[in-house]
Structures are given as C-alpha cells and as structure tokens.
C-alpha cells in the first residue's frame, strides 16, 4: 500500500523553539494540506497545496507557522516559535485532485512544554 | 464556503445494533463525499465514498446514502462491532482546487 509518511512521529520542544515537520506526499498525487488536530477543535485545515502551490492557508497563524512544497516529494510545516498551545496532532494528507479520498500520514504528536 | 455539519458527536451503540451518522451540506456543487475511520491513536483512514451521481453505495456492513435535495449524506453500519468503536468523519468536496470541508466528526461507542 502507497502511504503518506512524516516525520517525526514525536517531537516535544520548549517554548520559543523552531519546530519543522516534514512530509512525504504519496508519489503521483497532486493535492497535499496539513490538518491540526485537537480534542477541543477537531480537524482544522492549516494549509492545502494544489501542484505544489499553495491555495488556502486562512487556517494558520501567518504570524508563526508557514507551509511549503519545495518539491512534489516534500512538504514542510513550520512553526517559529512554538507555544504551549500548539501542542496537537499534526496530520498531512495527500489525494489526486480530492476526487478519490485522502491518504493521511500517521501524523506528528507536537508537545511544546 | 462549504459547511458540513455531522451529527451526532457522540453515538452510544450496543453490540449487534446498527448506528447511522448523518452529514449535511451547504454547497450544492459539491460531488465527491467521503467517510473516515479513526481509531484512537491512529490516522483518518476512507472507508467509503460515494459520488453525486449515485445514491447509495455499499460494502459489506457499512452503506452510505446521499439525498443531493436536501443535501445530506448518511452513514450507515448494520452489525456493529466493537472493532467498530472510532471516530467518523464525513467531509464534502468539489475536486479540483476547492478545499474539502470535514464534519467534526462522530465517537461511536460500540459496547459488546
């Protein structure tokens, strides 16, 4: 089976410091986005890409995160400097053009303490 | 923007019954409506999607409907299991460049 990978799967940071999750889209797909997910929120979309380029990121903190695809293997998510409150699952995703499901990574488990 | 609403959170089913979940939307153009499992601790897995031209689809135990009049959508598990137990979400989509738009999901609580 074709899987979507991240990385790291666990990352406790302290306040203030850079955190960087990475992603590998499954080969072929053209659609990525980044999803945070809390107990409180549920699902909340950070940032969605089409063909590498970025089409909403309304959901995030422009201030402190940003989101991109270097390449079409590749997608980043970063967070500079991280708070308490972002602690939370980190999920990417990757489909062809939505039109077929989504293949979510097993995700990364943020703690910033 | 598409909204989907899902209802209900929580879902409290004994062994054997069946449990249905229902999502409705706001955008009629949206054609693709997907549904996914997830397990504590594990990832949103699709276990079943169905498309705007077609009005039930099923497999296995789990079915879904799709009323495009009143613009909503159902889940339907015949036979639970406890391996049912999980977190379902419903999401509509456009395809394309449109974002799709995810429900906030339903705990279904299968007890044996």
């Known amino acids: 089976d074709a899987r979507v990978t991240q990385t790291p799967r666990h990352k406790v940071t302290e306040m203030g410091q850079e955190v960087t999750m990475r992603c590998q889209p499954i080969?072929?797909?053209?659609?990525v986005f980044w999803y945070r997910q809390t107990m409180m929120q549920g699902l909340e979309l950070l940032a969605y890409?089409?063909?590498?380029?970025?089409?909403?990121d309304s959901g995030m903190p422009k201030d402190r995160f940003s989101a991109e695809m270097p390449d079409a293997t590749l997608a980043t998510l970063k967070i500079q400097p991280s708070e308490p409150r972002d602690s939370a699952v980190y999920f990417c995703a990757s489909g062809l053009d939505g039109l077929y499901g989504y293949t979510f990574g097993s995700g990364t488990r943020l703690t910033v303490v | 923007g598409e909204n989907v609403e899902q209802h209900p959170s929580t879902l409290s089913v004994q062994e054997g019954d069946s449990a249905v979940i229902k999502c409705t939307y706001s955008?009629?153009?949206?054609?693709?409506f997907p549904w996914y499992k997830q397990e504590l601790g594990k990832r949103p897995q699709l276990i079943i999607d169905?498309?705007?031209?077609?009005g039930e689809k099923k497999d296995q135990r789990i079915a879904v409907t799709l009323n495009k009049t009143a613009k909503h959508f159902s889940l339907h598990i015949t036979e639970t299991q406890p391996e049912d137990s999980a977190v379902y979400f419903c999401?509509?989509?456009?395809?394309?460049?449109?974002?799709?738009?995810f429900g906030r999901g339903t705990s279904l609580i299968v007890h044996p």
């Open positions: 080969l072929g797909h053209n659609t």
């Open positions: 955008d009629s153009a949206s054609n693709y």
């Open positions: 890409f089409r063909n590498r380029a970025p089409l909403d």
């Open positions: 999401a509509a989509s456009k395809g394309g460049s449109y974002i799709p738009t």
């Open positions: 169905i498309r705007s031209n077609v």
